[in-house]
């Protein structure tokens, strides 16, 4: 007997066909946008990191100069100490941010949860240089906090690491990224199942077994998303290091030293990347030990 074989040999319809058309012309404005506006400025960024520098001026020469300031060793300290900011910030955030998060979702209506977490972003609604620049009234040594601890007689002098210290820098790193770790995690705590905790009630699990076994686990997205959103901020930030820091430098600040003292472009392009390189790889990382895709599920 002789064995038929056949081939799909169907051709797409007319309104297959329009379906495909119509996904390209939905896709095509989004890789446009981001064509124009993030793989050209990188594409272009990445060319000036390889010309030369010469007394305010960029020569359409290539060379390595540029990089070779990169392995500076003041260069790789800043490096170093950004990346501990960086790090040091998120842990702030995560121990101030969780616990709002926590409070809104499972001591507040669902209405009053949204509504309250609305309000860390008011801040947002004046320029961030009005915000950082703000703490000096309250840090300063003639500032508020300090004429109150005299007032009350807690010193007999101002103190002075208040303000331009690290104290200082990390109070104005907090203030500005805490919203940006607690809304993820808000999210996160939103879309667990009420049963779930129901269940761990039953089976006699205390307030702390359940939140290690079932809200800890399942608040892990929005714990990632938001450590992602405050490293990334932080570590690109340049108004706090700036003003708040006392003179302690980042390499945001390096890379505007680089463009305002001396115009030197190559130099600050080769430390951008260097900086985006870094941040991609943490950000890889972060995501290949906790799926943040979960909390698009919920």
């Known amino acids: 007997m002789a064995l038929e074989t056949s ?15 119509e996904v390209q012309a939905l896709v095509t404005p989004t890789v ?8 050209a400025p990188l594409a272009i960024i990445a060319v000036y990191s390889f010309l030369t520098y010469e007394s305010f001026s960029v020569v359409w020469e290539f060379s390595l100069t540029a990089w070779e300031s990169v392995f500076d ?12 900011v960086g790090v040091g910030v998120t842990a702030l955030c995560l121990l101030f941010g969780y616990p709002i ?20 972003v008011i801040p947002f609604w004046t320029s961030a240089l009005i915000r950082t620049i703000g703490w000096n009234p309250i840090l300063g040594r003639t500032g508020v906090i300090n004429r109150l601890l005299l007032w009350v007689g807690v010193v007999e002098e101002p103190l002075s690491w208040l303000l331009f210290s690290p104290f200082s820098q990390m109070v104005g790193y ?3 990224y805490v919203v940006f770790m607690a809304a993820p995690i808000f999210v996160s705590l939103s879309q667990i199942d009420e049963d779930l905790l129901d269940a761990s009630e039953t089976l006699r699990g205390g307030p702390v077994a359940t939140f290690r076994h079932i809200t800890l686990p399942l608040s ?21 290091p700036q003003f708040l820091s006392g003179g302690e ?13 001396g115009l030197n472009y190559p130099n600050a392009a080769a430390l951008s990347i260097v900086l985006l390189l870094v941040i991609f790889v943490v950000v890889y990382a972060m995501t290949r030990i906790v799926d943040i895709s979960e909390i698009t599920q919920g």
């Open 174 to 176: 907090v203030a500005a």
């Open 249 to 261: 430098s980042t390499i945001t600040t390096l890379i505007y030293l680089a463009v305002n003292n």
């Open 101 to 120: 998060a926590y409070y809104l979702r499972f001591y507040t209506s669902e209405s009053g949860g949204t509504l309250l977490l609305l309000f860390l």
């Open 220 to 240: 892990l997205p929005g714990v990632t998303i938001g450590a992602i959103f405050v490293f990334v901020l932080s570590i690109g930030d340049f108004m706090v």
């Open 7 to 21: 081939e799909d040999t169907t051709t797409p319809s007319l309104g297959e066909r329009f379906r495909f058309g």
């Open 32 to 39: 446009l946008w981001f064509s124009a506006f993030l793989l």
């Open 73 to 84: 060793q003041t260069v790789y300290s800043t490096f170093v100490r950004t990346l501990v």
